[in-house]
């Protein structure tokens, strides 16, 4: 057949968004082929026609959304991010669903039935559309800086089967002011053709723009295109917007969104899940993971992360001579913070102080046993330890 790598890409492509009369095409096509003995051409048509439908395998809850509740063209890999006119430079990143590598983030079970609403509501727009009900479809994630915002939104686009394009306002504005209103139009024609999910990253960037000591006609020109733009799109699809500052935004702001979800820092339940999935088999010792959790008390996911990647690091290096409490000492040392929790402070003094507010904590006492462990003594040592202390209060 003349022009078959032609014919083959046509077939790739359209096979990409699930349609009974395009597989059923291709077939014919496969079925002709054959019958005229190209096997080469025959054989990378089927494989082509494979790979089709093993993708819809994977994940058909995807595919059946993505084809029945947005309106919009599919936005494949070769598709390129909006860029500025005059600079060149990307409005956006975009993020193919097949390629979002980030895992599911871990929460408490309140924000995890939340998230689980928001998905199960995004994966039925089409049916709240046909019963006559306006589906939410503008979201505001807020909370402290490393909770797992920025993950979450990856985590949805992925679970939805949709591109995501990362808008970093920050960025986005603060460079060129005299074009950002016309950047942000562009960005939103761009994400309003496509079937995506749209992420504005950094959204207090805007309520800064109020400091801005640039001309403020200018700034309220910007900060209008931009809510007309969410206004615009809060029926075409889906938009998720982000802050660490929820309080610089303004009622006009915050009433545009839908839905707002709080992102805390996680409970002590949570944290430890956390803990296990970073540091896998690195550390596996309930005692040591219990206290892990304790001393990240005030701590949010991405500090976690930061302390399992030392613990890793260290374990790596030191090998037999690894010393798992004194790591954790160094890693304090190491990474100073402002608000310092009363348990990390504990950990940087002596370990019979440490062991006794371990035993005595409230929310999650440790145990002799755990703490033997966690101490690399006996088990006596600890009793001693203990009682030692209790003399010292009768004697007070
Ligand atoms: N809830 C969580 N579950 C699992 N890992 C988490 C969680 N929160 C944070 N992390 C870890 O911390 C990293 C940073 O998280 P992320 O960038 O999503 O935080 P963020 O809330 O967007 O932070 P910022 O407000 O600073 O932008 C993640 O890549 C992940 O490894
Ligand atoms: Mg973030």
């Not at 077939?11 to 059923?24: H, V, Y």
């Not at 039935?113 to 995004?122: D, F, K």
């Not at 998720?240 to 805390?264: G, Q, S, Y």
């Amino acid at each position: 057949m003349d022009h078959f790598a032609i014919v083959l890409g046509l077939c790739r492509s359209a096979l990409q968004t699930e349609n009974p009369a395009i597989s059923g095409h291709v077939e014919r096509l496969l079925k002709a082929l054959e019958k005229e003995g190209c096997s080469d051409q025959s054989a990378a048509l089927r494989k082509v026609l494979k790979t089709g439908a093993a993708a819809t395998e994977i994940a058909p809850s995807r595919v059946i959304l993505s084809r029945a509740s947005l309106v919009g063209e599919t936005l494949t890999p070769s598709v390129p991010a909006p860029v500025d006119k005059e600079t060149g430079a990307p409005l956006a990143s975009i993020f193919h669903p097949d390629h979002i590598k980030t895992p599911h983030p871990i929460f408490n079970n309140e924000l995890s039935a939340g998230v689980s609403a928001l998905l199960e509501e995004w994966q039925h727009v089409d049916e709240l559309r046909k019963a006559g009900v306006r589906p939410a479809l503008t979201t505001m994630l807020f909370g402290a800086p490393g909770t797992g915002k920025t993950m979450l939104a990856h985590h949805i686009a992925a679970e939805l089967g949709l591109p995501l394009i990362v808008a970093r306002l920050d960025g986005l504005i603060s460079s060129f002011l005299g074009t950002t209103a016309r950047n942000i139009s562009n960005l939103f024609s761009f994400a309003n053709r496509y079937k995506c999910v749209l992420l504005l990253d950094e959204f207090d960037a805007v309520a800064k723009l109020r400091d801005d000591p640039h001309e403020l006609g200018e700034i309220k020109r910007v900060v209008n295109t931009l809510l007309q733009c969410i206004d615009g799109r809060s029926n075409i699809g889906f938009t998720i917007a982000i802050t660490n500052h929820e309080f610089l935004l303004d009622p006009a702001v915050w009433r545009r969104f839908d839905i707002r979800i709080e992102v805390p820092k996680p409970d002590i339940h949570t944290r430890s899940k956390i803990i296990r999935r970073h540091l896998g088999e690195f550390v596996q010792e309930d005692a040591n993971i219990n206290f892990l959790s304790w001393i990240t008390d005030e701590g949010s996911g991405s500090d976690i992360e930061k302390l399992s990647d030392f613990i890793k690091r260290q374990k790596a290096i030191r090998k037999s001579d690894f010393d798992f409490l004194n790591t954790v000492k160094s890693h304090i040392q190491l990474s100073a913070s402002e608000d310092e929790s009363k348990n990390r402070l504990l950990v940087t003094g002596d370990y019979e102080r440490l062991a006794l507010a371990l035993a005595n904590d409230r929310d999650a006492p440790f145990n002799q046993e755990q703490l033997a462990t966690l101490f690399g003594c006996t088990q006596s040592t600890i009793s001693r330890w203990l009682k030692k202390d209790k003399l010292i209060q009768g004697e007070k």
